[in-house]
């Protein structure tokens, strides 16, 4: 993912770490080829992306992120008839697990689309934007790079808050994932 290349300067923006359950999680939704999101999902949030033919991963997450450039950081808005759902799941400073996965879907529900790549990406926690009202809360806190990183992330490597110890995987608990 793209998290230490955002163009402002982020103070706590917390790296990822793979999560194999978040991509079991994916995987098995994925392999439903419903364009739609999953509802079984609670605390955790989750990007979407199709294509014909072979899935492009980099083409995938370029799109996710273009998203930003309809935001506006000062404001904490976006700009009108505009999603930011998507990347603004990518850059949420607390969200730092994620997994993925793809599918070759024959038809996709929801889509008049026919042979596709399905990737689905789990993101733990979710960003507030897709929990509930975020107006008075901003993804990330501008800032010098890594100045105001939480205490058990004291460490910053390319330009992200990473932990001085290894952190436990995250436990999805329903069965109807």
């Known amino acids: ?3 230490g290349q955002r163009k402002q300067d ?11 359950n978040l991509k079991l999680v994916a995987e098995s939704y994925a392999a439903k080829c419903i364009w739609n999101h999953n509802p079984a999902l609670d605390d955790t949030g ?3 992306f ?4 072979p ?4 083409d995938a997450l370029e799109k996710w ?4 450039l309809d935001f506006d950081y000062q404001n904490n808005s976006c700009d009108e008839d505009k999603s930011v759902a998507v990347t603004m799941q990518m850059v949420w400073a607390d969200t730092h697990r994620v997994g993925c996965a793809f599918h070759l879907c024959n038809t996709m529900e929801g889509l008049d689309w026919e042979r596709v790549s399905f990737l689905v990406c789990n993101y733990f926690p979710a960003s507030v934007l897709t929990l ?4 008075d809360q901003r993804p990330y806190v501008e800032g010098d790079w890594c100045s105001s990183c939480p205490e058990n992330l004291q460490e910053c490597e390319n330009n992200l808050c990473v932990p001085d110890v290894e952190e436990e995987e995250v436990t999805i608990g329903s069965s109807d994932l």
Not at 55 to 58: A, E, M, N, S
Not at 65 to 68: D, I, K, Q, T, V
Request: aromatic share 12%; hydrophobic share 30%.
């Open 1 to 3: 993912h793209v998290r």
């Open 10 to 20: 982020t103070s706590a923006l917390r790296s990822y770490k793979w999560d194999p």
């Open 50 to 53: 199709v294509s014909s033919g």
């Open 46 to 48: 989750e990007n979407l």
């Open 65 to 68: 992120f273009l998203e930003h």
């Open 132 to 135: 509930s009202n975020y107006e």
């Open 55 to 58: 899935l492009d991963l980099r």
